[in-house]
């Protein structure tokens, strides 16, 4: 372990309080904790040269872990690299751990190499910061060090979950060693309390829900959660309760409204009226439809309940009424039994209006012409059930909503940039060997995440199938940029590229499809091989597409 005393201090109270993950980038000035971390037998490091992929590789692995897992690099312009991940953590609640090795605050804009100013640099998007002196040996300086490791570690998991950075300077010589004992340091740790409602409240709650003809529980992003799932099926037998979900809430259910803009797109005002909420009440992070955002910010409901333990003033829908701190399963078990049966044919008239609209969707799949949505419903007719699914942003996860399937779904919805989502499933499907993973993406997108590819851990257990439509194919179905004259060259950015080559010199197979005749039986091929690495690569054609989804807009319209 090295010599100073402070970093011991930083590693030793880190492997006291259960951190376990570390992702480490290159560098000198990080020596002594790179050193220190990698020589102590509680931690499992990880090597990612490029300091964007592994804040995402990291995220990746905390989200399938749902424990902390730390991010570390040498000083200078490497820790901006982490920006990205750190604002999606931020936004999605993920906790990392952010450790920023630097120099001495001395050399502070003294004309030093590699030598910036990191304090607090990540200032809007970690939940704290903190500034541990590399250096300390006095024992107030190296009490302090475990304070600050003990309350931020804590608060990554509690409080509001997220990032916190810790930014570490320290002064050479940076590779000096020395055996000590490992003793753990006094470090603490907090419990997380249970939350429950007074009667008072849950009897005021329970009569707003009764009084309500229309209830709506909108569910955004959420991690996969049986008691979650049981909780909301729960609340559905209610007949004027009706559940919408998208595929990052994964929650699944025949009575759910699983494909929101499927269901709502052409509504006339009537419809609008009959199905509007009276009660909305919203669980979850973001919600990827516009249009269901749009229908609720024009049709307010008369009371919004938002549930979230840690944010839950976010009013989203401009109609907070009510903000419960709590857990959602929590919530809904608790006020299940005072809630008194409605006559209502509120859920009736959603399922009905379900079912029409999916049986128009089945007729112009059968019918359509060769181009991304029916690249996408092949894609679920062969994906196993089993499988973990990643999906780009942009897209990608547009198309994925008008699709049923039941997989474990991620998709980086925090900030909803395509940075990162190669190395976010790269870091998910590391921290899950045991699951096979597959990550849907945009031709845009893997290429500018390619380094999400670069990295040592060799990794078989997940495929990736790219949409190649010829550039930032979004800005053809999204109104605004697809009239634009600068739409090819400043929007889509039309690229004239495949990844036969990349899949190559990673090391990775590769497969394309360049013509519909070619769809069914690459993707069995690509499915049947479960342990290798696999890029299928699928191209479409980018004046097709929109054309091909514009009429699909308007045959869910029909009379």
């Known amino acids: 372990m090295s010599d100073k005393k402070g970093i011991q201090q930083i590693v030793l109270s880190f492997a006291a309080l259960g951190l376990k993950e570390i992702v480490i980038c290159p560098g000198s000035r990080n020596a002594p904790l790179v050193t220190s971390f990698n020589r102590h037998p509680g931690f499992h490091c990880t090597s990612i040269r490029d300091e964007r992929a592994a804040g995402f590789f990291a995220l990746g692995k905390a989200l399938a872990l749902k424990e902390p897992v730390a991010l570390l690099c040498t000083s200078g312009s490497a820790p901006l690299n982490f920006g990205p991940s750190i604002a999606e953590a931020y936004y999605q609640k993920i906790p990392l751990i952010v450790l920023t090795a630097d120099r001495p605050k001395t050399w502070t804009d003294q004309g030093d190499g590699q030598t910036i100013n990191q304090t607090h640099v990540f200032r809007n998007y970690t939940r704290f910061g903190y500034e541990l002196n590399g250096d300390a040996a006095s024992p107030a300086d190296l009490w302090f060090i475990r304070r600050c490791v003990s309350e931020g570690f804590n608060n990554t998991r509690f409080l509001n979950p997220g990032p916190v950075h810790f930014n570490v300077p320290m002064s050479e010589p940076l590779y000096r060693t020395e055996h000590i004992e490992d003793v753990a340091p006094r470090v603490f740790t907090k419990e997380s309390v249970e939350n429950r409602l007074g009667e008072t409240t849950l009897k005021k709650l329970a009569s707003v829900f009764s009084s309500c003809q229309k209830v709506m529980i909108l569910t955004g992003q959420h991690p996969t959660d049986k008691g979650f799932l049981n909780a909301v099926i729960q609340m559905s037998r209610f007949d004027n ?11 699944h259910h025949p009575e759910f409204i699983e494909q929101i803009d499927r269901c709502i797109t052409g509504l006339d005002e009537v419809s609008v009226q009959e199905l509007q909420p009276d009660l909305l009440i919203t669980v979850g992070g973001a919600i990827v439809s516009k249009r269901i955002k749009s229908l609720l910010r024009n049709h307010h409901p008369s009371f919004h309940w938002h549930i979230d333990p840690f944010d839950s003033t976010m009013d989203t829908y401009q109609s907070l009424t009510n903000a419960i701190s709590m857990d959602p399963a929590a919530f809904f078990n608790q006020l299940h039994p005072y809630i008194n049966i409605v006559s209502s044919d509120y859920k009736k008239k959603w399922l009905q209006l379900k079912e029409k609209k999916e049986i128009r969707h089945d007729h112009f799949i059968g019918h359509s012409k060769y181009s991304d949505l029916k690249v996408f419903h092949e894609i679920y007719q062969h994906l196993p059930d089993t499988t973990v699914l990643h999906i780009a942003n942009s897209s990608p996860i547009r198309y994925a909503q008008l699709f049923s399937q039941t997989n474990e779904t991620y998709c980086n919805r925090g900030a909803s940039g395509i940075d990162g989502c190669t190395a976010t499933a790269m870091g998910t499907a590391a921290a899950l060997p045991h699951k096979n993973h597959l990550l849907i993406t945009g031709d845009v997108a893997f290429h500018y995440d390619v380094n999400g590819l670069w990295n040592d851990e060799h990794i078989q257990n997940l495929k990736i199938i790219i949409i190649n439509n010829g550039g ?28 036969e080559k990349i899949a190559a010199h990673y090391n990775w197979n590769y497969l394309a499809v360049k013509e519909e005749q070619q769809l069914t039986g690459r993707l069995s091929e690509f499915f049947r091989s479960e342990r290798k690495r696999t890029i299928l690569e699928i191209f479409t054609d980018a004046d097709t597409n929109p054309a091909v989804l514009k009429a699909y807009w308007a045959s869910l319209n029909e009379s």
């Not at 309760?241 to 929650?251: A, G, P, R």
């Not at 999204?478 to 004259?485: F, H, L, Q, S, T």
Request: hydrophobic residues 40%; glycine residues 8%.
């Open 241 to 251: 309760l009706i559940v919408l979900t998208e595929s990052t809430s994964n929650i």
């Open 472 to 499: 930032g194919g979004i800005f053809r179905i999204i109104e605004g940029p697809d009239e634009a004259e600068e739409r090819a060259l400043f929007y889509e950015t039309a690229m004239k590229t495949n990844a």
